[in-house]
C-alpha cells in the first residue's frame, strides 16, 4: 500500500481554500482524508492505471455539510479534481506535501 501527503487548494466561490489531502492507494482502490476548512474528513473512491479516478466523501463548512463526488486525475505527483457537491463545483488541486514526508509516507 501506497501512501502520499498532498498540500491541496480548493477554488471557492469566496476565494481559495487551503488544506491537505493525504492518499492511500491498495490496487484500484483509494481512501484517506481530505483536510479543509478546519475539519478533517475521510473519503474513498477507486482508481485506473491512468490516474482517472471517482471518490466520495463530505466537506464540513461553517453552516452545513455538503457530500461530495469527485472525479479527476491523482497519482504520486499531483491531484486534479472537481468536486460537485449539491449546489456547488469546486476545482482542487494539490502537489505532494514536502513538509509531511514528499512523495511516499
Known sequence: MEKQAFSIVMQTSIGKRYGTMTVEWK???ISGFLTILE???AFQG???ESGNCRIEGKIISLTRTIPY???GKINTT???LILKGEKNVFALSGVPDIENGGTNL
Request: hydrophobic share 35%; net charge negative; glycine share 0%.
Open 39 to 41: 475539519h478533517t474528513e
Open 46 to 48: 477507486c482508481v485506473d
Open 69 to 71: 463526488i469527485a472525479t
Open 27 to 29: 490496487e484500484e482502490c
Open 78 to 80: 499531483m491531484i486534479q
